[in-house]
C-alpha cells in the first residue's frame, strides 16, 4: 500500500463509524456521548529541562498543572524522544516514523525558506482528519515555511502560530519574516506569546466541544529569546541565577496556560475520555536557557540522556489508571500510532511507533520497544534494553543505565561483546534508512582586519 493510499483507507473506515447509527453529543451540552471517540490533545514543550517539572522532582519552580497530568495519568520514567534537536523530533513526531526514514535528519535552520517535512508522508493530522476529527494546531511549526509546507496543507482546519525555530515572546514585529500567522495571515499579537497560544488552544476546545478533535498545541517555551512576562518580575527572587529566573517565569507562563486547557475540558466534561499527551521536544541547553536535566548527562545537541530523555506524561481517566509510572522506554513516535489506535484506525505498518494503550493498561506485559535509535550525521546512539551505546566525535561509549542514568561510568573494555552486537544491530537499522536530504553547514568565520599599530611619536 502506498503512504497515501493509507488515508483513503481511514476515509472509508470512519465513513462507516459515522453513521446515523453513533450516539451524538447534544449541541452545546458537551461531555461525552457513548460511542463517541475520544478527543486527541498533544501538547509540546521547546528546549524544556528533565529535572524542571515537580514530577521529577524540581524545587525552586512550582509546575502544578504539569504535574497533574501525571496524578491523572502515566509518567514516563524512560520516555524519549527521536532526535537530539527541535525540528526532527516534530518530523518524528508528526509521522510516527523514525524522521531518517524521509532524509529528515537535521535542524531547518538557515534552510527554512526552503525545506520542511517531504509531501511524501502523511502527518498525525491528515490521519485524524480523514477520519472525521477537527483538527488545529497552535504554536511552533518548524517544518518548512514554504507554502506546500504549511500546517493548512498537512491535514489541520486552523493554524494560529509562528511557521520557524524560534520567536519573540512580548514583540512581533522583531520577527517580520517568521510572522504570527492565523492561517496563512499575519497578525498584530499584543499578548505575551506563551498566553496567546494558551488563549487559542482553549477557544478551538470550546469551538470544537461537540466533535471528535485532535489539538497540536506546541509552545515555543522555554526557548531562547529569554523573556518572561512582566507580571512575574519579582515573583523568582529566591533563584540566584538572573537566566534561570527568567526561565522560571517563562515556564511557569506556560503551565498556566496548560492548567487553562485543563480547566476548559472540565468545565465541557471531556477530561474523562480526551487522550492527553505532554512531551519536551528535547532536554534543555542548560547554558542557553538556565535549564536542568540532572541526574541526566549533558543537554541539547548531544546523544546522551540530558537531550533524548525527556519530560513524557500521558493522560486518559477513563481508560487509564492515575498516578503511576511506566518504566519501559518509550518514545514520541508511538504517539500518533496510539492516537490512530484510540481513534480506531486501522494500523500503518510504515509507522516505526507502537500503540502503547496494551502496554500501559497492562493488557501486554512485555517492553513496547527492544531497541530504540538516533543518528544525527556521523553521531549515532542505541538503547538495547538496559544498555545505551554512544559514538560520538568518533568516540564509543557503553552505558548500564539500570545503575547508571548519568551515564559517568564508561564499559566498553569490560563488555565488548555487548557493543559488537549492539552494533551490529544499528548496522541493521541503519541500512533501512537513506541519506539526509540538506546537511548543516558550518558558518565560516570572517578573518580579523588587522589594524596596523600606531607608532608611538
Not at 502527518?123 to 509546507?149: N, Q
Not at 540532572?294 to 530523555?309: D, S
Not at 544525527?376 to 538496559?386: C, F, S
Not at 544499528?426 to 565560516?444: D, G, I
Request: glycine share 10%; hydrophobic share 35%.
Amino acid at each position: 500500500m502506498k503512504r497515501r493510499d493509507f488515508l483513503k483507507s481511514v476515509g472509508i473506515g470512519a465513513a462507516a463509524m459515522m453513521l446515523p447509527s453513533c450516539a451524538t453529543v447534544k449541541p452545546g451540552a458537551g461531555g461525552v456521548a457513548k460511542g463517541k471517540r475520544p478527543n486527541i490533545i498533544v501538547i509540546v514543550s521547546d528546549d524544556m529541562g528533565y529535572a524542571d517539572i515537580g514530577c521529577h522532582g524540581c524545587k525552586d519552580i512550582a509546575t502544578p498543572n504539569i504535574d497533574s497530568i501525571a496524578q491523572n495519568g502515566i509518567l514516563f520514567t524512560n520516555g524519549y524522544v527521536s532526535c537530539p534537536v527541535c525540528s526532527p523530533t516534530r518530523a518524528g513526531l508528526a509521522t510516527g516514523r523514525y524522521q531518517q526514514r524521509f532524509g529528515y535528519e537535521f535542524n531547518t535552520r538557515r534552510f527554512q525558506g526552503k525545506v520542511g517535512l517531504p509531501l511524501t508522508e502523511i502527518t498525525m493530522a491528515e490521519v485524524l482528519k480523514a477520519a472525521g476529527y477537527a483538527t488545529g494546531a497552535v504554536g511552533k511549526w518548524h517544518l518548512g515555511m514554504r507554502p506546500e509546507f504549511h500546517p493548512l496543507k498537512r491535514g489541520y482546519d486552523e493554524f494560529f502560530g509562528f511557521l520557524g525555530g524560534a520567536h519573540s515572546y512580548i514583540n512581533p514585529r522583531l520577527n517580520s519574516t517568521n510572522p504570527i500567522l492565523r492561517g496563512t495571515k499575519p497578525v498584530d499579537e499584543k499578548e505575551y506569546l506563551t498566553d496567546a497560544f494558551s488563549r487559542e488552544a482553549v477557544s478551538f476546545i470550546q469551538r470544537h466541544r461537540n466533535e471528535p478533535f485532535f489539538l497540536y498545541l506546541a509552545y515555543n517555551a522555554v526557548h531562547r529569546p529569554m523573556q518572561a512576562p512582566q507580571r512575574y518580575r519579582n515573583s523568582f527572587k529566591h533563584i540566584t541565577n538572573p537566566k534561570r529566573r527568567t526561565y522560571a517565569g517563562m515556564l511557569t507562563a506556560m503551565d498556566e496556560g496548560i492548567g487553562k486547557v485543563l480547566a476548559k475540558l472540565r468545565e465541557f466534561r471531556l477530561e474523562e475520555d480526551t487522550l492527553l499527551f505532554f512531551v519536551s521536544d528535547n532536554g534543555g541547553p542548560s547554558k542557553a536557557n538556565g535549564s536542568r536535566n540532572n541526574p541526566l548527562r549533558a543537554g541539547k545537541g548531544t546523544m546522551f540522556e540530558g537531550c533524548i530523555r525527556v519530560p513524557f506524561i500521558v493522560q486518559w481517566p477513563r481508560r487509564l489508571k492515575r498516578g503511576l509510572t511506566y518504566d519501559h522506554p518509550v518514545i514520541s513516535l508511538d504517539i500518533l500510532p496510539t492516537a490512530a489506535a484510540v481513534a480506531k484506525l486501522p494500523r500503518d505498518h510504515k509507522m516505526n511507533g507502537v500503540n502503547l494503550i496494551p502496554y500501559l493498561t497492562g493488557k501486554k506485559k512485555t517492553a513496547p520497544h527492544d531497541t530504540l535509535f538516533w543518528r544525527t550525521g556521523q553521531n549515532h546512539a542505541v538503547r538495547k534494553g538496559n544498555w545505551k551505546l554512544v559514538k560520538m566525535g568518533g568516540k564509543t561509549a557503553l552505558f548500564d543505565l539500570t545503575s547508571d542514568i548519568g551515564e559517568t561510568r564508561d564499559l566498553t573494555a569490560e563488555r565488548p561483546d555487548v557493543i559488537k552486537e549492539i552494533e551490529k544491530t544499528y548496522e541493521q537499522w541503519n541500512s533501512q534508512m537513506v541519506a539526509p536530504l540538506w546537511k548543516l553547514r558550518r558558518r565560516k568565520k570572517k578573518p580579523r582586519k588587522k589594524t596596523k599599530k600606531k607608532k608611538n611619536k
